[in-house]
């Protein structure tokens, strides 16, 4: 299955795991990936398939891209050969994994619900059993995100080995991470509570079930604001 960045039009490969989780999506929901060739966001629903197009009738697919059937319709653009000249080659990148994020809440409905939330925004939720668990996950997945509940080693934030794990974590880690704290004490998207806490953001325990519209709110946000400066962060170590 191959698709093109909207962001760079780079051709882009998707896996047989990712093209599956596609096609399970909910109806309404799209995939979250990031593009290896230019790091933007894509958003890939069950309508990207090359399946889906093909399964629409001729009208639909007439109506959507905007030709009427009584139209003139114009031939495709002849193909790119610049890189006959040049002798280089080059390949459609592949987008093997799916961003995950590594929850650390107590089993229970609002793990469930967090989980939830991941999943309609298009991550991929993997849990830690302790604190220790969590951190010894870290050491060998690159988490796009993740989720503490205050409470999760039973003795609150100033107490917790992890927080203060991703406290500590250096930056040229740390800064590729969306760091979210899950607790009765919080004001729910209050900036300045999440930056005192070394977060990106807070959430409320009683705001868990509209996690899904409070991360489809704050991540954009947070791109937006830091992005580039990531994109050119990644350029420059790489």
Known sequence: MTIICPHCTKKLKLNDKIKSSVQNLPPGKSLRLKCPQCENTIYVDENSLPDAVEAQTPAQNAQQSGVRHNAQIQPPTP??????????????????????????????????????????????????????????????????????????????????????????????????????????EFYTLYDLEALAHSANLVVNDKEVPQLSTILRKAIPQYEELFGSLMAEISAYRG
């Open 79 to 184: 193909p790119d050969t610049t890189w006959l000249k040049e002798g280089v080659f080059e390949e459609e990148e592949v987008v093997e994994d799916i961003p995950q994020t590594l929850i650390l809440i107590p089993p229970g409905k609002e793990r469930d619900k967090v989980a939830e939330a991941v999943e309609s925004i298009g991550y991929q939720p993997t849990f830690a059993e302790s604190a220790e668990d969590g951190m010894e996950k870290m050491q060998f997945v690159n988490y796009a995100g993740v989720i503490y509940h205050s409470q999760f080693e039973g003795r609150g934030l100033d107490h917790s080995s992890f927080h203060r794990f991703m406290c500590t974590m250096g930056m040229q880690k740390r800064r590729f991470i969306f760091y979210i704290l899950i607790g009765p």
